[in-house]
């Protein structure tokens, strides 16, 4: 019996066909999905880039499965590897300065964790500024962070400390200059 021929597609430099069903919106997890929260506001520590944006990923798309016991590490063999998806303990990834997933010795990435003391500290800050400032300086200052102007928000906050009598020729100015700029580009 002679071999038989294969009618499989895409051999001999066909081209694939696109893909079936297309995505039309963005996975968007529930909002009161108490688990999905807890896993998104996990730090991913000692991570290079690459795979930083992987767990990342994982997290967005509710792919993300957490250790529920220590696994193996490969370096020393004990079980004290207790982030999901990494295959080295924190200690053995620091002393071979590696990424604890890929084992790469490329740039770790160290995020900017903050504890909910300095989210709080940071949160009373904020409200200490804003009962400083007058309702004009307020408002003009909410709309600035709404938009992301970081520099005009700060520019507000220098002309509230500056003027904290309630003068304000300076403020004044300074929206009127805001203004003419606008009129400009209209």
Request: overall charge neutral.
């Amino acid at each position: 019996m002679a071999g038989k021929v294969s009618s499989a597609k895409g051999k001999g430099g066909a081209t694939k066909s696109r893909q079936k069903y297309q995505n039309t919106f963005a996975y968007k997890p529930h909002k009161k999905d108490t688990v999905a929260l807890k896993i998104a506001a996990l730090p991913a520590k000692g991570l290079c880039q690459r795979c930083l944006d992987i767990v990342d990923w994982r997290k967005r798309m509710n792919k993300y499965k957490p250790l529920t016991q220590p696994k193996t590490c490969v370096g020393c063999k004990q079980k004290k590897v207790t982030d999901a998806y990494h295959v080295l303990c924190k200690s053995c990834a620091e002393e071979k300065n590696v990424c604890a997933k890929c084992q790469e010795s490329t740039d770790v990435v160290t995020p900017d964790i903050r504890t909910p003391a300095d989210i709080l500290r940071e949160e009373q800050d904020q409200e200490r500024l804003l009962a400083s400032m007058s309702e004009r300086q307020r408002r003009s200052y909410l709309r600035r962070v709404a938009r992301g102007d970081d520099e005009g928000a700060q520019k507000v906050v220098l002309a509230a400390e500056k003027n904290e009598d309630g003068g304000w020729s300076d403020f004044d100015d300074f929206d009127d200059e805001e203004e003419d700029e606008e009129d400009d580009d209209a």
